[in-house]
């Protein structure tokens, strides 16, 4: 499945909250579905050119088969004081990995496939998982997360590589 790639202009808009209907669910599915075929942890509506409610988490990374799982209109309600700093990329800037400091766990609340709100508590990897693909949802890519310097310094070296082909 193509991906969208930065600077698309769907990685930068706001998806709107929505009911979890027909049509959101169907996004859900290509996006687990595209999720399954690039072995990514996480991906949102926007990588699949989709501004949608809806993001896509492998809730067991270390285990030998992803457990993929949807989760409609997500929300960050609480999250750690403490930070780690990780390594994130995405399917939309590919070759890229950039260090970002997020929270070590994340208070997320959410709706199934029946739309039936959750409340979660995530940590670890899969919170940073949950928080890249969130911040998506609402618009902000992954490299905003960084310094402005450390930011262009990476575009210039993918543009580099781009051009390099």
Known sequence: MPFVTYPHAVLAQVAPEGNVDSALLAVGERLRAAAVEARAYG???????????????????EAPVADYRLFFNPKVLAVASEVASGTEGSVSLPGVEIAVERPVWAEIAFQDAEGASHTERMEGFVARCALHEIDQVNGIFFLERVSRLKREMTLKKFLKRQRAG
Do not use: Q, S, W
């Open 43 to 61: 991906l949102a509506g926007a990588h699949i050119g989709e501004a949608a409610p809806v993001i896509v988490l492998n809730v067991t990374p």
